[in-house]
């Protein structure tokens, strides 16, 4: 160890390798959890070349490496051991270029989303990926996780806002291919393989993300629904009418909802009357139509009875209010004990999974917290439980429960947030044996040392 450490010095400068107290404990893990020691070491490197040195150096001594972004995760995919080295990329940051011909903007794996959203705003463009933790989050980590967010039903997940991509492989090689076209039909895509490793095969340094015009205008609803069939044919009413104009489709159950009010600024309910289900509808449009489409599609809904209620914003600050009761998922870590998940299912079926699985936690805990949320639109369902509510059961216990259901309804045991080490004993629920055998191959033939972020997303 000694030795690894020492060539990692001599090769990028005492100052990019801290050891022992030097290493704060943000390093030590993600939002899901903190690991019980700190990592060996955390190496700053500064650009693409030296992330290759210390991976050359690593594969080389057989030592382990952890990649780091901004430490948003939620299924510990990088939570090291005391026998890692971290890969920060917190200094790699940056936007190289943006090419108004292409629509595309390079950038260094450690900028943050939201510097990478202000820049296309600037420029008179949008990037569309968008997370809660978009100040913190690093696009690194967000293509790393093939992270979803907010409007996945429009503009697809962070996958689909990638044209080029730069990679450096566990032996320090170098895979850049970041080319800006849209149409490139020359054999396998590669940039593929990376996004939604978890950097399991190797470290994103660099990418071409795709940019749309910005819209000209975006409008917020909030809906109140009868029940989950209504929001069901709500949300194919919205996209008949207005396609991909359609941004946000997101769902809240009265438990979520309520708790959204009272973590809020305001602590004010947008109604008077409590309803089963409340829908958050973004619209945006490329003409300013003051909300016109969107509000004679939801006159059309109120009039046929399954929409009970509607509010359209009339301003920004509205519409960021109605937004915050949506995004007090941001206070979870502070005001609950959560134990969250992040999971898909077939969306004809999330009511009856809501049901089943709101029985399962009543017939086994009766005093238990839990909280029902999602984005629908694209399938992805959370489900928190408030570890407070049920003292002295263990977390094990609960994710057992869930992902049975989930594999009862044939869903998938991560949506947006990855495997990591928390869900790794469950991939076997989604995943087919032949589906397992097929990425093990893949990763010995990129990693056969297996260095990069072990016991993550394999066993």
Known sequence: MEAILNALKDALGADAVRTGNAIESRYLGDWSAKSAHA?????????????????????????????????????????????????????????????????????????????????????????????????????????????????????????????????????????????????????????????????????????????????????????????????VALLQTLKARLGRELSAFELMWPDFFEMGVAFSRSQQAPFSTAYPLYALIEHTSCADDRHDSLAQTLANQLEAGGLLDAIISQSAAQSQSLWEIREATAEFPVKLTPINFDISIPI??????????????????????????????????HVTVDGRSIPGVAPDAVEQGVYDLVRAFQGSVSAEHGIGMHKRAFLGYTRSEAELACMRSIKHALDPNAILNPGKLLS
């Not at 150096?57 to 990649?67: D, G, I, T």
């Not at 939604?196 to 994103?204: K, N, P």
């Not at 009511?351 to 029902?372: K, T």
């Open 39 to 231: 990592p060996l070491a955390v190496v700053l490197p500064r650009d693409t070349q030296e992330v290759a040195t210390a991976l050359r150096l690593c594969n080389a001594a057989r030592q382990s490496v952890v990649p780091q972004g901004g430490l948003t995760g939620l299924a510990g995919g990088a939570v090291p051991t005391s026998r890692d080295v971290c890969i920060s990329l917190e200094r790699m940051t940056g936007i190289e270029e943006i090419d108004r011909s292409a629509a595309t903007m390079t950038v260094r794996a450690g900028t943050t989303l939201q510097t990478i959203q202000e820049a296309a705003d600037a420029a008179g463009f949008e990037f569309q990926l968008d997370l809660g933790a978009r100040g913190t989050c690093q696009i690194g980590g967000n293509l790393a996780t093939n992270a979803g967010g907010i409007r996945v039903i429009q503009s697809g997940t962070a996958r689909d806002q990638v044209l080029g991509l730069e990679v450096v492989l566990a032996d320090g090689s170098v895979l850049s291919a970041m080319g800006k076209m849209i149409k490139n039909n020359t054999g396998y895509d590669l940039r593929h393989l990376f996004i939604g490793s978890e950097g399991t095969l190797g470290i994103i340094t660099r990418a071409v993300l795709r940019l749309a015009p910005r819209p000209a205008a975006r409008h917020t609803a909030l809906c109140a629904l009868s029940g989950y069939e209504s929001a």
């Open 348 to 381: 004809g079926d999330i009511g009856r999974f809501v049901d089943a699985c709101r029985a399962e936690f009543q017939s086994r805990w009766p005093a238990s917290r839990s909280l029902f949320f999602g984005h629908i639109g694209d399938s992805n369902l």
